[in-house]
């Protein structure tokens, strides 16, 4: 619970920072899958009654990041291999769509975008920085996602994205294999974009998403 830090909360809406606080410890690992949110503890870290943490774990619950029981409290929702593969699956399909309608958009501006997440990948890799490399792997595929034009993926992929980062289908921790080559990776998926050709950027980005490249000892990102 290191992540969810003691003091008073600015004047906004307490259930709104109550949640990114227990989110982001989620996703980052700090509160694991299985572990119990204890909502009393989490209040008075932050200075705040319990009514907008358990607001807050409620909105949690809804997107499949907790769980809860029912005289037994809140709980951290486990991993689940089957869930990750069809969040990966639906991940792999998404992306191959939004590829093969951002060929047709790509500009200056859009390499100058995904250039920039993909150098803060590589800083991010050389400083062995995870939370940084995770927060531009997600930033590069949103990007692309936004850049096919078509208003319902990125809709879409929003209402995924805690699902992609919890079942650990982008960035996952576990990964063993190199970060740098992982970057490269994502050079790559940029110049299939540059390529014009919508068939071969729409197969690159389903490969990828899939986790069919070879960087080390692969998992997906």
């Known amino acids: 619970m290191e992540s969810i830090s003691d003091g008073e909360l600015p004047k906004v809406l307490l259930s709104d920072q109550a949640y990114d606080r227990i989110r982001s ?16 503890e989490i209040a008075r870290r932050l200075g705040v009654s319990q009514a907008p943490v358990r607001e807050a774990v409620k909105r949690l619950v809804h997107e499949g990041l907790a769980i809860s029981m029912p005289r037994r409290g809140s709980y951290v929702a486990e991993i689940s291999a089957e869930d990750a593969d069809d969040a990966r699956d639906v991940r792999a399909m998404l992306e191959e769509a939004a590829a093969r309608q951002a060929v047709g958009r790509f500009d200056q501006e859009a ?3 995904l250039q920039a997440y993909v150098d803060g990948m590589r800083k991010a890799a050389a400083a062995d920085d995870l939370a940084a490399f995770r927060a531009h792997d997600m930033a590069f595929h949103r990007a692309v ?10 809709r879409l992929w929003d209402a995924m994205e805690s699902s ?16 740098a080559e992982m970057a490269e990776a994502h050079q ?21 998403a899939s986790g069919l490249e070879p960087y080390g000892a692969a998992r997906r990102t």
């Open 25 to 40: 410890s989620i996703l980052d690992g700090t509160l694991p899958p299985g572990a119990r949110i204890v909502e009393s």
């Open 111 to 113: 390499r100058r975008v």
């Open 145 to 154: 996602v936004v850049l096919s034009g078509n208003v319902y993926l990125p």
């Open 164 to 179: 992609l980062l919890s079942q650990r289908v982008v960035g996952d921790p576990g990964f063993t294999g190199s970060w």
């Open 188 to 208: 790559a998926l940029i110049e299939t974009l540059a390529s014009g050709n919508r068939g071969r950027a729409a197969a690159a980005f389903n490969d990828h």
